[in-house]
């Protein structure tokens, strides 16, 4: 954060003044932002004051200086977006913006503030919202509940009050507000089609755009780039023409990204919008499409030319190119990224640890905002500004054993397809009679608390304050301790607890030969909660085992079955930054093969439970229908290369959590793992009727403890969901367990909770 301390004593922020500039014909802007801190002093704010260590005013003035800081990094810009900031999530600052709260959430009594957080982690024995995927990234939104009664009323606080400190910080923004289409399709309801409450809905947007003393607002419709109806078009249409017939308002900028908005477009460039943002990094084949709409003649395009979901450096050369292409062909052209900053890191000049070859080409947050800002100079500037097209830009970074990288690429090109296959569900089933399971197998999905003395040690480690041999002392203990509280609570296989692991992805990432990891590249995933994506550059091998000591030690500890605990191959590549010069199926394949090392290994060491988590297969799943296929061929077929090995003896698992889950039923019976655990605690089970309608009939433990809240749910509660379980699913199938796992939950929290799971189960057996 910046500020100063003025004579008085008192610390200020100094003000923000926007750079003199000439007009240009061609402006620069962003779609968002990532809104954190570089620090993650949203995080540690935000957690104070859950903990009550911390005021609503402490809070507060934490979120006024990371909105002073994102004006400041983005004070380059022609146009700066805002309303980007939120405490936990955009989708429910509009629960709130529309005054569409749930009524059990306004029973509570308690203040504006705390309501919204128990709308997305739950209070005093109401559940929270549900939370799931935003379209194919790895950020979670929570989902809007809504019926055929609810009315929307304005509440525009948040947002007049974020536009009168800029304009007090010489700062003027654009607001971005999630579209009224994308909001409803996003949202649920269990009596009514949302899209039906439209109408109502674009009357209060209309309101707010009533109420807006400023030059442009900006709509998100991401929704737009999935298969929409022809009844959904029509909408859309009619929304938007609506509001830019409105006499009295900003100018609109309808903004899609992720992916091509197909026949949207036209529909669009159709209506009185003033300007479209769209994608051209996902989907660089509509640059003819933009230019063949004489529509567009008489409108602003907003060109997202420089990736923000992906850590390499522009191209500059090729996005120039496509500036170019457009500037005769629009009524006016921006520079852009191609969706909000938000999916990417802060900065990377901060990254001294990195390998220079790596850190060479790569773009955080601000250098994507410079690039936008060198792009937007050179397209306005009659003599042109030097810009170095030969710089490098994304693509792999060759290892220094060419040797090795070759045997990985051979070793690829040499799969066959029995490299992909185990031997039959029925005869894995009578191998595995030999584990002596019981009915409803109770477990949980890995991780137990990562405690801060794990964490202090994992840092004394790094930092040379102790050494090896103290440090597996003290995971070894740990491990010890999270055995025996298994045992105790009377779990049936049980985990090691991942004491060692910093996140399920990056733990991997580290000891993988193909990929670097970052030191401060943190990225918000949901709330408070942060992840570092690793950097997939190179060729990916395994060089040594990565979790059979700790699981064997674990093993010997108990005679109850420890499960090995792995990341799958998709969400390896999920939950990182990949390398963009192969097809994404060739860099799974990659890491498929070294998991599957580590699977024979883990066999070879007795484990008989090994479970290969794969959360993202459906957070990658295309959002077009007609993609999906080809997705899900080499998506599961990578599953099945890191898995194919394993004996029949040995029980494969997998794990999928927070996704809607309908749309990949084919792909998760095609991942053939023996047992499927998944998360439905908050859906109330809904995903188990698909399942049975798609005649699963291996394993499955849906979850029963939603761990994503701080709630511990009672056993009557567990009882019940156990009971609509069995409704859909035999006793032989089902097991009991979590929704995730429990790393960022405290002891406090998950003791009484896999007590009273362990309970629950206990007396439904009891009536089978």
Known sequence: MVSWEDPTGVIATPPIHRHAREERDVNTTVLGYPRIGAARELKQAVEKYWSGSTDAADLEATARQLRADTWRDLAGLDVIPGNTFSYYDQMLDHVELFSAVPERFRGLGLSGLDTYFAMARGRDGVVPLELTKWFDTNYHYLVPELDKSTVFRLNPAKLVTELAEARDLGVALRPVLIGPLTFLLLSKSPDCEPLSLLDQLVDVYAELLGQLDVDWVQFDEPALVQDRTPAELDALRRTYDKLAALTDRPRLLVATYFGDPGPALPVLASTGVDGLALDLVSAPGMVPRIAALPSLQRK????????????????????????????????????????????????????????????????????????????????????????????????????????????????????????????????????????????????????????????????????????????????????????????????????????????????????????????????????????????????????????????????????????????????????????????????????????????????????????????????????????????????????????????????????????????????????????????????????????????????????????HSPRVPSAEEMTALIRSALATTPAEQLWINPDCGLKTRSYAEVEPALRNLATATQQVRATL
């Open 300 to 707: 602003t395009v907003v060109a997202g030319v420089v990736d923000g979901r992906n850590v390499w450096r522009t191209p500059l050369g090729d996005a120039l190119s496509t500036c170019a292409t457009l500037l005769g062909s629009v009524g006016r052209l921006e520079v852009s990224t191609s969706c909000s900053l938000l999916h990417v890191p802060y900065d990377v000049e901060v990254e001294d640890e990195l390998d220079p070859r790596v850190r060479e080409r790569l773009a955080f947050a601000r250098q994507k905002v410079d690039e936008v800002v060198l792009l937007g100079r050179a397209l306005s500037s009659a003599e042109g500004v030097d810009v170095d097209l030969t710089t490098p830009a994304g693509g792999p970074v060759k290892e220094s054993d060419l040797a090795r990288e070759q045997a990985v690429r051979e070793r690829v090109a040499a799969i066959h397809p029995e490299d992909r296959q185990r031997a039959s569900y029925d005869e894995r089933r009578e191998a595995q009679q030999s584990l002596g399971l019981p009915l409803l197998t109770t477990t949980t999905i890995g991780s137990f608390p990562q405690t801060a003395d794990l964490r202090r040690t994992r840092a004394d480690l790094r930092a040379g304050r102790i050494d090896e041999a103290t440090y597996d002392e003290r995971m070894r203990a740990e491990i010890a301790d999270v055995i025996r509280l298994q045992e105790n609570l009377g779990l049936d296989v049980l985990v090691h607890g991942e004491p060692e692991r910093n996140d399920m992805v990056q733990y991997f990432a580290e000891r993988l030969d193909g990929y670097a990891t970052t030191r401060l590249g943190w990225v918000q995933s949901y709330g408070s909660r942060c992840v570092r994506p690793p950097i997939l550059y190179g060729e990916v091998s395994r060089p040594t085992a990565m979790t059979v000591p700790w699981t064997s030690y674990a093993q010997s500890l108990t005679i109850r079955p420890v499960k090995g605990m792995l990341t799958g191959p998709v969400t390896m590549l999920a939950w990182s930054f990949v390398r963009d010069d192969q097809p994404l199926q060739v860099t799974a394949d990659q890491v498929a093969l070294a998991l599957r090392d580590e699977v024979a290994d883990l066999a070879e060491a007795g484990i008989r439970i090994i479970q290969v988590d794969e959360p993202a297969l459906r957070e990658l799943l295309p959002l077009r229908e007609a993609d999906r296929k080809a997705y899900l061929d080499w998506s599961v077929g990578a599953f099945r290369l890191a898995t194919g090995g394993a004996p029949a003896s040995v029980q494969v698992h997998t794990h999928l959590c927070y996704s809607e889950f309908g749309a990949v039923i084919t792909g998760i019976d095609g991942l053939d793992a023996d047992v499927t655990t998944i998360e439905a605690a908050r859906s109330r089970m809904e995903v188990l009727a698909d399942l049975a309608s798609a005649g699963f009939r291996r394993g499955v433990g849906p979850g029963v403890y939603d761990i």
